[in-house]
Each structure stands twice: as C-alpha cells, then as structure tokens.
C-alpha cells in the first residue's frame, strides 16, 4: 500500500513489483495481493489496456484508522482501558492533537 499511497498515479503490477525491488517475490503473488486489496475496497482498479492499474481507494490515515479500530475491537470488553493505555504511550504532540480531535467531535455534537 504504501508504494501505491507514494506514487503520483496507479501502477500495474509489474510497476508495483519493480517498487518493491530486490525482494524474491514473484508477479502472481503481487497480482493476487492487489486483487485482494480490491475485494477489500483498500485499492481501486481500471483498465489499461490488457492490464490493470492499481491506486489506493482510501487514504493513508482512513486505513490507519481502520486497524486502531479492528485492535479495539480485538481488545475484548474493555476498549476504553486500551485507549487510555494508547493515549499514555503518545508524546506531547500526539496527545495535543488526539486532544484537538475530541474537542472538535465534542463541539460538534453538543450543537
């Protein structure tokens, strides 16, 4: 993903596969990993000629916001003891941002 969220326009395989560089991968396994991010709506796919452009179809932080999501959802009953954990583990400027998020949603929901 992140050599698709990195470029300037979708990429074929192949072009995804040379990204990757010296890794020992092989075209089809690249191929079905793509496919696979398709069924999962995280890259979108168009036609180019006999082959298939790749591009992401959500942003870096929309998938990374997924993932916290789906580890809240592994944490079992108890979320909110996760997220404060999380929240202890920030550093200053992450906290001031998390802290500009909530008064933001706050803000908007007492309206």
């Known amino acids: ?4 969220w990195d470029a300037p326009g979708p990429h074929t395989v192949r072009e995804v ?30 036609r180019d000629g006999r082959a298939f452009r790749y591009a992401p179809a959500i942003s870096r932080d929309a998938a990374t916001a997924e993932l916290l999501h789906a580890a809240l959802d592994h944490a079992g009953t108890d979320r909110t003891a ?14 001031e941002a ?13 309206r």
């Open 82 to 95: 996760a997220l404060v954990h999380f929240a202890h583990t920030v550093d200053p400027a992450e906290a």
């Open 98 to 110: 998390l802290r500009a998020a909530l008064d933001e949603i706050a803000s908007r929901t007492s």
């Open 17 to 46: 596969l040379d990204a990757l560089g010296e890794r020992d991968l092989a075209y089809t396994t690249v191929m079905t990993v793509l496919d696979r991010l398709g069924a999962k709506q995280m890259v979108r796919r168009e």
């Open 1 to 4: 993903m992140n050599i698709l």
